[in-house]
């Protein structure tokens, strides 16, 4: 059914019948008029929807979007042309960041009572209808038939000149020298679990997504976790002993990564609860640097139910080592286990990959038998306003993805 737009200059005489009363030249009232008629007429045309009715694979084949691109191109009004061409290049999921350097792509009170100073800059102005971004994706998502999953990007980092770390500067976890470093927030401390876990339900209770995603910032760097609430509670279970002082110690990295673990098992059940359906999505590096480097032992998440879905982050710089880390990534077995796919990088803003390359990188994905893949990120490969995705691109995906 094609959307009919309301007649504009109609519509929009009620809304200035007051002005009538009041000192307003004719000329003013006029360009009041041309300008809400012009936002009526925006807000309710969309692009037209994309291969409705038709099966979808159950391959995936996702994009990142980070909170920049999804804000720009809603207030832009080309929200609805930037689903429908993705849902043209046969991709069937979008993985938009809602959480960046602490604040929020969408309104979020538990972010404002924890003490963010604001949303994302581009999502306070006040450009009536234009209100809720991340509302505004999931519409447009659903009505392409695409999977919509809210990307908590920073996960665990935070700055720490945000209002939140100022607010609770006990939150943040150091190194044993006490340094604090881009800013982490403690995985062990009890507010700082219900904090995150408040935020990524807040989510799920309040917009029909398709699930939540959390990546590699869903760890702690091996160098953290001297603050001295997690030197209580390891001295608390070791008969007053000290963490170690070396960061890698097998012990001290184990007792950790557990409580990582259990971290990310109240936020999985805390999702399910409210949608059993929900997909809990996760986007890590390959299982042996994950938890050498980060504490995040997600095969074990894997092991025990805690994910859905794994898109692992293969940014590699050429095909053998991506061929390479498909075979020997220490993760392919976990296929029967959970869906895994694969992440792969499309270079930088200002130099992104080839399609060639690209489209060789999908095939090996292909050929390993994996789920899918997904790319980062949408402005390298599929930014309007680099004019286009060009018809190259567009042709090369669809025969990578033919249904």
Known sequence: MTLQPPKPEKTALKFLAPLKHLHISR??????????????????????????????S??????WITNLG?????????LDEVVANLANHHLNTIYPAVWNRGATLHK???????????????????????????SGLVNQAHRQHLRLIPWFEYGLMIPTNSGIAKKHPDWLTTTESGEKGRGWLNPFHPEVQQFLTDLIVDVVK????????????????????????????????????????????????????????????????????????????LSPNSPDFAYRNYLQDWRRWVKLGLVDEVIVQVYRPNLADLESELDNGGFSHLRQKVPISIGLYTGPFLNSKPIQKLQKEVQAVQKA?????SFFCWETTFWFFKGGTGNQVQQTLIKLFPN
């Open 70 to 78: 999804a804000a720009l191109m809603y207030y832009t009004t080309r």
């Open 369 to 373: 038998n994996y789920n899918g893949v």
């Open 108 to 134: 979020s009170a538990v972010a404002q009572q924890a003490g963010a100073w604001n949303r994302e800059p581009l999502t306070t102005l006040p450009l009536v209808p234009f209100t809720d971004v991340l």
């Open 206 to 281: 309040r917009y029909p997504v398709d699930g939540i995603q959390l990546d590699d910032h869903f760890g702690l760097p091996v160098e953290f976790g001297y603050d001295s609430y997690t030197a209580k509670l390891y001295r608390a279970e070791h008969g007053s002993a000290k963490p170690p002082s070396n960061p890698n110690n097998a012990e001290w990295v184990a007792w950790r990564a557990k409580r990582i673990t259990k971290f990310m098992g109240k936020i999985s059940s805390s999702v399910k609860a409210v949608r059993k359906d929900a997909i809990v999505s």
């Open 58 to 63: 159950q391959e995936l084949r996702g994009v």
């Open 27 to 56: 000329f003013w009232r006029r360009s009041l008029l041309i300008l809400l008629s012009f936002w009526l007429v925006i807000s309710v045309w969309q692009a037209p929807t994309i291969n409705q009715g038709k099966a979808q």
